[in-house]
């Protein structure tokens, strides 16, 4: 189920992304720097639809404008990916994606969230509620 408002006529949502959000979802994360454009649709593609993903898009009379790539493994919502369009930034689109998404996580059964973030984006999860643990991210390259 998607979480709707509507605040002066406009008609704003987050919901599960689609096959169809596909083209827009990309182009924002390319767009944001988050990631490259080869290749990623088709892989996008091919785990959109798995049992323990959630891929939201916010959508804002009928543009996406917002993009969440979170995979739940049983405990924790892992949070890799996550961009608001260039030229939207603040203006809470960003905070009611965490929104829903934490309300999916609750609903799994999950304890907690952990997401991967630019140290200039930290500031933006300190003001949704999340701590920076005793632990470290290591990365290997595969
Ligand atoms: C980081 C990002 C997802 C935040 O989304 P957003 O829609 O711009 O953020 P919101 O408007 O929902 O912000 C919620 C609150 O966090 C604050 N905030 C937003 N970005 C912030 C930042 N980079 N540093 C500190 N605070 C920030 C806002 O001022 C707002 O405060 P308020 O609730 O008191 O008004 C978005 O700016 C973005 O896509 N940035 C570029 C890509 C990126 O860095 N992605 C995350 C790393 S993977």
Do not use: K
């Not at 799994?108 to 999340?130: C, D, H, K, P, T």
């Amino acid at each position: 189920m998607p979480s709707a408002s509507q605040a002066s006529g406009e008609s704003r949502v987050v919901r599960t992304m689609t096959r169809d959000d596909l083209d827009s979802a990309c182009r924002i994360l390319v767009e944001q720097g988050l990631c490259a454009a080869e290749g990623l649709q088709q892989r996008l593609a091919a785990t959109l639809e798995t049992a323990n993903a959630d891929y939201l898009v916010a959508e804002e009379d009928g543009a996406i404008v917002g993009v969440t790539l979170s995979v739940f493994d049983g405990f924790t919502g892992f949070v890799s990916y996550m961009a608001v369009a260039p030229g939207a930034e603040r203006r809470h689109i960003g905070r009611r994606m965490i929104g829903e998404l934490v309300r999916r996580t609750r609903a799994r059964g999950g304890q907690n969230i952990v997401v991967a973030s630019w140290l200039s984006a930290a500031g933006f999860y300190e003001r949704m509620g999340f701590r920076t643990p005793g632990a470290v991210f290591l990365v290997r390259d595969v």
